[in-house]
T-cell receptor, first 115, second 110 residues
Framework: GAVVSQHPSWVICKSGTSVKIECRSL??????MFWYRQFPKQSLMLMAT?????????EQGVEKDKFLINHASLTLSTLTVTSAHPEDSSFYIC???????????FGPGTRLTVT | TQLLEQSPQFLSIQEGENLTVYCNSS?????LQWYRQEPGEGPVLLVT?????EVKKLKRLTFQFGDARKDSSLHITAAQPGDTGLYLC??????????FGAGTTVTVRA
């Protein structure tokens, strides 16, 4: 299977600061990137979809100005949580995919805690 | 909007017992995937089912896709503690988005 990395694996930040999460597909080129959020004891919720070189498409209820997604290359995408608040504390998971493929791979996740 | 239900929500069994997890929808799936997620990690793909009536086996795991492609089940035979995790079903849309069910938390006690 494909190798996906996320950095950092966990981060604690103060309310009002911004946090950047990186997602890399190490051995394949991801034309599409999905970002998910998972609260404790809950399932994964899709936040946004981005294609390399294009603006991300956000799901209903997800603030695009708060969760900035950059997909500048086929192997790297970043999610920046701006002006983080405690309610943004969650497990963020990226999922790079190849257009037209059944396979979708998931990163190991980033645990964000906002104090 | 496709309504996706997974049941049961929680399942706790003794090692060696069998278990079945269900995934049902009000809509037809073009394809469906099953994932297992362990705490603090991303989901790992177990199987993709595409054809109505399809049955796939992965060691002690048996996956069935309903004839009408509206439901699926995951059956584990002789469960082991290593099977513990959150099991998620996820139908794929035509734009390759995955919509995850609420999941079934399975705990296998030694």
């Amino acid at each position: 299977g494909a190798v996906v990395s996320q950095h950092p694996s966990w981060v604690i930040c103060k309310s009002g600061t911004s946090v950047k999460i990186e997602c890399r597909s190490l051995d394949f080129q991801a034309t599409t990137m999905f970002w998910y959020r998972q609260f404790p004891k809950q399932s994964l919720m899709l936040m946004a979809t981005s294609n390399e070189g294009s603006k991300a498409t956000y799901e209903q209820g997800v603030e695009k100005d708060k969760f900035l997604i950059n997909h500048a290359s086929l192997t790297l995408s970043t999610l920046t949580v701006t002006s983080a608040h405690p309610e943004d504390s969650s497990f963020y998971i990226c999922s790079p995919g190849v257009a037209g493929g059944y396979e979708q791979y998931f990163g190991p996740g980033t645990r964000l805690t906002v104090t | 909007t496709q309504l996706l239900e997974q049941s049961p929500q929680f399942l706790s069994i003794q090692e060696g017992e069998n278990l079945t997890v269900y995934c049902n929808s009000s809509s037809v799936f073009s394809s469906l995937q099953w994932y297992r997620q362990e705490p603090g990690e991303g989901p790992v793909l177990l199987v993709t089912v595409v054809t109505g009536g399809e049955v796939k086996k992965l060691k002690r795991l048996t996956f069935q896709f309903g004839d009408a492609r509206k439901d699926s089940s995951l059956h584990i035979t002789a469960a082991q503690p290593g099977d513990t995790g959150l099991y998620l079903c996820a139908p794929r849309s035509n734009d390759y988005k995955l919509s995850f069910g609420a999941g079934t938390t399975v705990t296998v006690r030694a």
